[in-house]
């Protein structure tokens, strides 16, 4: 008893350490009480139906743009409500999910998914609608061309003599831009295939152009079995050939020749080190520790504090910050982060969150970055992607905008601020997620979450999606890396 009370006297004694922590880094002490994030809902007793309606009426209350975006959510009612009615009594369990994720997916916002527990029902949908593969990889240029950017060797697209980019006119008897246009990506489960991490979550693009590289992706997928005619001109070559590809189950492996919204995989690591160029670069992953993703990640700040120390002793003449897939965290560590390359402080952010008490939304506080030692004072390139998410977006706005800042990447970030965490549980062991808070600006205005599929951090300069540059890309080059070192030497001319 006397181990179990001295355990006791410990925890509560760092669960105080934490909280006066908390308040005195954030000073939105409000951000942190619980009793402001909604009450989670435990639907997965109820009928299918039932439980569609009321996880619809708690959606539609608490989520926190539908302004901003337009949400229209009777009209999502009545588009979704008959078929979760039909798949409902028929126990069509594999219906239920597609109506459910495409009801989702109908919300353009990376922080609303639909997350299975049991992954076999994902699993076997994404094997019946886009289990085959025809051994390429597409890509969409800047000129609006598409191409093969990438073929897998010994496949039927090599066989049939496409060379990587080459020109697809027409695919299955459509011109190729119209046949991307009807892919319809909300309708189409695939991240089982992918081989990219957290498998079993699945999130709508937030903005245009992410919706159009999985469209993109997409269109090179279909039902094993699927013959298609692809119309196609080689590099070099005026001249049109036609050839027939056949779907073959390859287990999703063209999905991993190209991917412009990658991920590392999900980790607390840091790394960095000197490129041989001489410019600092740090890797950066997330603001989470993995076991506890809701603790401030004091060690993450010291370890970027020791990595920019080195490269000011190494006196590196620039450093690159790689946000690529960074997977966020906390907004207040995002903002201690940015305070490495800003010498007074500044805003980050008012925090709105949904009150149910009140049943609107309130103000909880305000994050500010406060300048951290050492300071950084030469140039700093942030790399992001579509994949670069929620508070890493912040930290990718707030390093950009710093006084030597700035940002490279073929695409901007997702376009998905808001405050994650709220939770619905749903039969079939699946999990609707969504944010029930926003961050906004001085005036009140919403930051960085897309509105009418336009948002987030957009590059400053926009790296190219030339022929070459595709191609380099597919064959595994990191063009981004080399347009960031290239960028820094530009800067250094001036």
């Known amino acids: 008893m006397k181990g179990t009370k001295g355990s006791a006297f410990l925890f509560l004694l760092s669960l105080f350490f934490i909280l006066f922590c908390w308040n005195d880094l954030t000073g939105t002490a409000d951000a942190a009480n619980s009793q402001l994030r909604p009450q989670k809902a435990d639907l997965r007793n109820r009928n299918w139906t039932e439980a569609f309606k009321l996880a619809h009426e708690k959606l539609s209350r608490e989520y926190p743009f539908t302004e901003w975006k337009e949400i229209d959510w009777d009209s999502l009612h009545d588009t979704f409500l008959p078929r979760i009615e039909q798949a409902s009594a028929a126990g069509n369990e594999k219906a239920y999910y597609l109506a459910l994720r495409e009801y989702l997916f109908s919300i353009p916002d990376g922080h609303v998914a639909l997350e299975a527990g049991d992954p076999r029902i994902p699993n076997s949908i994404s094997m019946e609608m886009v289990g085959g593969g025809y051994g390429l990889a597409l890509a969409e240029l800047d000129d609006f061309r598409v191409i093969a950017a990438a073929i897998l060797p ?53 903005t ?139 805003f980050y952010g008012y925090l709105e969150i949904y009150d149910s008490n009140e049943g609107s939304f309130r103000r909880a506080g305000e994050v500010r970055i406060k300048p951290q030692e050492p300071t950084f004072e030469r140039p700093v390139v942030i790399l992001v992607n579509p994949a ?8 990718a706005k707030y390093i950009s905008l710093s006084p030597r800042g700035h940002s490279v990447g073929f695409h901007g970030t997702n376009g998905s601020f808001g405050l994650a965490g ?42 190219p999606k030339t022929l070459d540059n595709v191609l380099a890309f597919a064959e595994g080059i990191d063009v981004e890396l080399e347009y960031a070192v290239n960028y820094l030497r530009w800067i250094g001319n001036w």
């Open 208 to 346: 245009g152009e992410h919706y159009r590289l999985e469209q993109v992706r997409l269109l090179a997928r279909a039902p094993i079995g699927t013959r298609v005619c692809v119309v196609y001109k080689n590099p070099g070559s005026e001249n049109l050939q036609t050839t027939f590809l056949t779907a073959t189950d390859d287990r999703g492996v063209t999905f991993s020749l190209l991917n412009f919204a990658s991920r590392p995989g999900f980790s607390d690591r840091i790394d960095y080190w000197i490129l041989p160029e001489g410019y600092g670069y740090l890797l950066l992953r997330t603001e989470v520790y993995l076991n506890d993703m809701t603790v401030y990640k004091a060690r993450i700040l010291e370890e970027v504090r020791e990595a920019v120390s080195f490269f000011i002793d190494t006196d590196v003449m620039g450093m690159i910050v790689d946000l690529r897939g960074y997977y966020g965290g906390l907004d207040e560590l995002a903002a201690d982060l940015s305070g490495f390359f800003y010498p007074e402080e500044n």
């Open 154 to 206: 010994g496949c039927q697209a090599e066989q049939a003599c496409i060379e990587p980019g080459a020109e697809i006119i027409t695919w299955d008897g459509l011109p190729v831009r119209k046949a991307l246009d009807n892919v319809k990506v909300g309708a189409t489960p695939y991240r089982p295939l992918t081989g990219e991490p957290l498998p079993g979550i699945e999130s709508p693009p937030a």
């Open 388 to 395: 670069t998410k929620s508070s890493g977006e912040g930290l």
């Open 422 to 463: 709220g939770e619905i549980f749903m039969p079939l062991d699946l999990k609707i997620r969504y944010p029930f808070g926003r961050y906004v600006d001085r005036e009140g205005q919403i930051q960085l979450d897309s509105r009418n599929r336009i948002g987030g951090v957009s590059v400053v300069y926009r790296i």
